[in-house]
């Protein structure tokens, strides 16, 4: 990058938000995602929207890439620098500027994490609804940017249900706001939800105003094991198909269950195949007979133990251990290749079936965590070693026919992590020719120096 | 994008199995004191370990500024570790760090000094001697035999705090102590010399026989690392689940209860994991008041309060307007560089508020008599 360049940038945020030499780049050379890896040629930190623009503005003029990050625990690979550049951290926009409980709405800046804002609502008595694994790190700009899902996703659905309106800063340096503090508005394209799971390609944002929901006054949790993820998955579908949309419906296989055991030493049945975590919130009542519906449902399809926790904070732990699933895996080896395949849900247990067939075909273990609900697997593949490239081959290999067979049985690449530079090279099977086509299009529309996150979705 | 081919180092810095156990997931970001600082990536435990990778793998110069200010920067309180699902021995990795950056004459001269002084037997048991440290005695081969406990008076604990050594032995009066016993080695292990302090733990193993009961959380997680976690028992630990001990009589102030908070020890809490034995003793004779940031640290973090004054103090800052605003007669310490820490930080704020040393306050307790300041 020019020396004039480095030059104005300093100046733009100050020489104390400006990072530029080798030891100073390395800790931003990466995000979540293994395998995935490069230095960037500066980090910036800007204070606000301004120096955002002004940031943009001479990333033009100088023709140098800029890839917005915020805590950088995505799983895609969509804050690796892949084309140098600069890597522009929005942790300092930080403040949560207004949580307005008449209008059941919050106005926050991109920086503040996903579990401050749920916090700060519950105070008010309301619920911040998106709640990735990765809650007490990811912030809400990554959330947005990358419209995440979680573990509410089935009764809640996921970021993009929540995002009214957005304040972004364009690469061509226009400030734009869309959407606004309204339930109801049509004017326009929906440019909010376009920028909602955009992964920094398209706009930086720098402010949203987001929906929130009267907090529920009571959460219950029961746990269901079964002899394998596949009995687990057919009780899904027939919670689902009884007409239960539960808050929670999450599964781990035994290898799932075993990390997470020694990771959170909650007591369970380490013996079992796999585990159903389910759960309901609202009023207690309704909470109490969704809980023994759902039992019921999973004792007639052949559960082989169902307990209810009868506390709170049982409820909690057990699901903050399911949320740590993917890191306790790592436990198990050096390598932990994760994915995100997702299918219709009845097709769930046919899903899990096929995964099975195609980790023993090309040796490799995979075990399998997701949100059953949504039929959202995260089938990962623990490596022992790194330097075991034959088996990361293996595991290559196997994921490209998982993806396969989540779309050949109408599902996707990838339900919440995102496209990233992990999976730009499987997404134009799954849109097609003409639909990649058009994603350019729109990429070039909002950024034609082809400065934003370049080598990631658009590209 | 520039390329960094690197070339590893010819002999590893980190033990390889080690580093590789992170996967990068973030999940220790809101647990780390500095990153909550500074906002840096680099000073957060996953940005330091992805230094520490490349310092391995030859994709950093050795002599690179991040990795020495990083490796200092750190306070070494390892609270990413209870927080951290893949298990990464975090403590473990700073240790090996330091020991490669701070190596020969890039030591910290005040590191350097503490640990020559710290390492030397007849010094200190002088000094401790005129402060009045509880008198040692002469230990027979037979007491290892029967699985007695003996009582480590800790180098610098026993000059700067003797009371402690001497309230520990009342409570506990079973224990035997050792003449012979100088430094554990925590100091040496957390300061770049990770072969003394491993020589170190291993001395103090031969010459204090049976459980080695210490009254510093820091001193028991380095020897509990050394000599296995079965030999070695922290005070408050040792009281509420290795002993007959059961604590006695009430805290009083101003003929009400006392309120009393504690400062966790953070070698204490996040390596050797216990929590509920000091509070569950605190509670037994007193009004228990949990601080929002008990478990993190105060700043003090071994000598990083003398390396790095002004980052300690003001972390310090922080926990003393807790403190303060927490409405508490006493803030109890179970390690002697948390309480220099506290004591420093309540005189500089002319605090009403007391910080003792939870061996001190349970014998007060006991013998129902006011602190003496």
Redesign the interface.
Known sequence: MHATARAALRSVVGPGHF?E????L???????T?LFQ??P?AVV?PADTAEVGAVLDIATRYAVPVIPRG???NLCAATV????GIVL?L??LNRILEIAPAELLARVQPGV?S?TLAEAASRDGLLWAPDPG?R??ATVGGTIATNAGGLRGLKYGVTRDYVLGLEAVLPTGEVIRTGGRLHKDVAGYDLTRLLTGSEGTLAVITEATLALRPAPTTTGTGIAYFSDLAAAGRAVTAIIAAGILPATLEFLDRSCIRA?E??ARLGLRTDAGALLLFGDDGESDAVAHALERMSDVCTAHHALDVTTAAEVAQAEALLAARR?A???L??LG???ILEDATVPRPRIAEMVDRIDAIGARHGVTIATFGHAGDGNLHPTCVVKS?DDTDTVTRAERAFAEIFAAAIDLGGTITGEHGVGAAKLPYLSTQLGADQIDLLRRLKTAFDPAGILNPGKLGS | MTDHPGVPLPKPVFDPDLLSRCISCGFCLPACPTYAETGDEASSPRGRINLMRALQNGDLAPDDPTLKEQSSQCLGCRACEPVCPAGVEYGQLLEQWRDHQWRGRRMPVLARALMLAAGRRVPFRLLGRLRGTPRTTVVETSALASGGASLMLGCFERVLFPRVGRAALALVPGLTVPASQSCCGALHAHNGDTATGERLAHRMGEDLPGTIVTTSGGCAAHLASVLGRARVRELSDHLATGSAYRPLGELRVDGRRARVALQDSCHLRNGLGVRTAPRDLLAEIAHYVELPSAGTCCGAAGTYSLLRPRESRRILTTKIDEVEAAGVDFVAAVNPGCLRQLRTGLRRRRSQVKAVHLAELLLMAGESRFPVA
């Open positions: 990072r030499t080798d030891g100073e390395v800790p931003y050379s990466r995000d979540a293994p490069a230095r040629d930190f805590a950088g625990s620098a892949s084309r140098g951290v942790t300092r994490t579990a990765s007490t790190v997470v020694d990771f740590c993917l890191p306790a790592s436990r050096e390598l932990t790194q």
